[in-house]
């Protein structure tokens, strides 16, 4: 069997596992959906302070939920020793890594298009523009990514340790520091940059916004490859020790 095909058959594996169990997609849908409700009645009634707010509160509920999902995909496959199994398999170590990333970004990019409009709905944010819209989808899908990246990491290096669910956010947090800026500043430049502000300075300054939410997203890629190239190159290590 080809390195693409072990790649993929061990997402088809987790997102299997997932959809026959659905603990972990109740789990996080119920905490990132409490994550947006409470931050909303926190910011208070000012909407403006409610519009400029939304990438932000977005992204620490996509991060949240990100973390429960990338720990409980893992500790699913240790519990039932599907993961030791995948050991033993002749196959490269770094097609487990990317089979197992493929599964986590694919679940957390369709939780953030999903919390995404409800997030823009409930703090009274909008976008405009196909390109906005373009670079808002970018945004989102090369976060998940960077962070799927980490976190799928992450939760092997901690597998084995007493505390991993107290530890596994301690080590990932300030690794994933530049994805989660980079992400909410081109999320940002989108979707505040197409509210009231927008409104007053003109198409002038969408163009601006929308430039300054492209070069976000070039960066955002360039973190998204560098992590992806040293945690695939270090997987091996991790699981093998």
């Avoid at 939760?155 to 340790?161: D, H, I, M, R, Y």
């Amino acid at each position: 069997m080809s390195d693409l095909g072990v790649v993929l058959r061990v997402a088809r594996k987790d997102l299997l596992q997932e959809l026959r169990s659905r603990a972990t997609t109740v789990a996080t849908l119920f905490f990132s959906a409490t994550t947006l409700v409470l931050m909303a009645f926190a910011l208070g009634r000012d909407q403006s302070v409610l519009a400029q707010s939304a990438p932000g509160v977005l992204w620490v509920a996509i991060v949240l939920a990100g973390i429960i999902a990338a720990a409980q995909s893992l500790q699913a496959d240790l519990e039932e020793g599907a993961f030791d199994q995948l050991l033993t398999y002749a196959v490269p170590r770094a097609t487990i890594y990317l089979g197992k990333l493929l599964a986590n970004w694919t679940y957390l990019s369709a939780l953030a298009l999903l919390l995404a409009p409800v997030a823009l709905i409930l703090y009274g944010a909008s976008v405009t523009g196909v390109g906005s819209y373009v670079a808002l989808l970018a945004a989102l899908l090369l976060g998940s990514l960077g962070f799927a990246v980490i976190a799928t990491f992450y939760a092997a290096l901690t597998s084995n340790l007493q505390a991993r669910e107290a530890l596994l956010p301690v080590l990932m947090f300030p690794v994933v520091v530049p994805i989660l800026l980079a992400a909410v500043r081109a999320t940002e430049s989108v979707v505040t940059g197409s509210g009231a502000g927008a409104a007053l300075a003109g198409t002038a300054a969408q163009a601006a916004d929308l430039r300054m939410a492209g070069d976000w997203v070039l960066l955002l890629a360039g973190f998204d490859l560098i992590y992806l190239v040293v945690c695939t190159a270090l997987y091996h290590f991790v699981v093998d020790e």
